[in-house]
T-cell receptor
């Protein structure tokens, strides 16, 4: 069974640009969550999507958004990038929308 | 405020020695508790979880953890550490109503010496 797949793995952007990250969950998992990981703030919850609906949202500005498609694949978008958005963005899927999460390897975003 | 504290930023253990990683939490609701492990350049992998019931839970790779409600702790243990256990370990807390919105500790980096 394939794991959670995130693309791209690495990307570099400049301030003010926007970025879209993609996540394909484990087959059969309808819940997809996104986390931001930075050295200073650690792992922080961004949002969760379940059956194409945002179920929960963390404390991030509106520049951070996401969506989920009918095949459970999810994308997150960050607009007007800031230097502080440099981070590892982790996607996780779940069968039961609980804390038992299966993580992808992440997309490492560098903002210059 | 809801939080998870992992007091030890970095621990070094000799191969074959026992390990205990500490985790304390503050959470308003009945907590779900987790330990995840992250190897360099990788995502996180679930080691074990506690939802309810027996307070001593077994996980993968020979790890176990004990939930102590009175101490608000969920410490991770392993009787004999292997060099491949070197990684960063994260304790996390959630709840039924929180879904997948976990609160993570800052992590403990484990080094294993030969």
């Amino acid at each position: 069974k394939a794991g959670v797949t995130q693309t791209p793995r690495y990307l570099i952007k400049t301030r003010g640009q926007q970025v879209t990250l993609s996540c394909s969950p484990i087959s059969g998992h309808r819940s997809v969550s996104w986390y931001q990981q930075t050295p200073g703030q650690g792992l922080q919850f961004l949002f969760e999507y379940f059956s194409e609906t945002q179920r929960n949202k963390g404390n991030f500005p509106g520049r951070f958004s996401g969506r989920q498609f009918s095949n459970s694949r999810s994308e997150m978008n960050v607009s007007t990038l800031e230097l502080g958005d440099s981070a590892l963005y982790l996607c996780a899927s779940s069968i039961r929308s609980d804390g038992e999460l299966f993580f992808g390897e992440g997309s490492r975003l560098t903002v210059l | 405020a809801q939080s998870v504290t992992q007091p030890d930023i970095h621990i070094t253990v000799s191969e074959g020695a026992s390990l205990e990683l500490r985790c304390n939490y503050s959470y308003g609701a009945t907590p779900y508790l987790f330990w995840y492990v992250q190897s360099p350049g990788q995502g996180l992998q679930l080691l074990l979880k506690y939802f309810s019931g027996d307070t001593l839970v077994q996980g993968i790779k020979g790890f176990e953890a004990e939930f102590k409600r009175s101490q608000s702790s969920f410490n991770l243990r392993k009787p004999s550490v292997h060099w491949s256990d070197a990684a960063e370990y994260f304790c996390a807390v959630g709840a039924a109503q929180a879904g997948t919105a976990l609160i993570f500790g800052k992590g403990t980096t484990l080094s294993v010496s030969s």
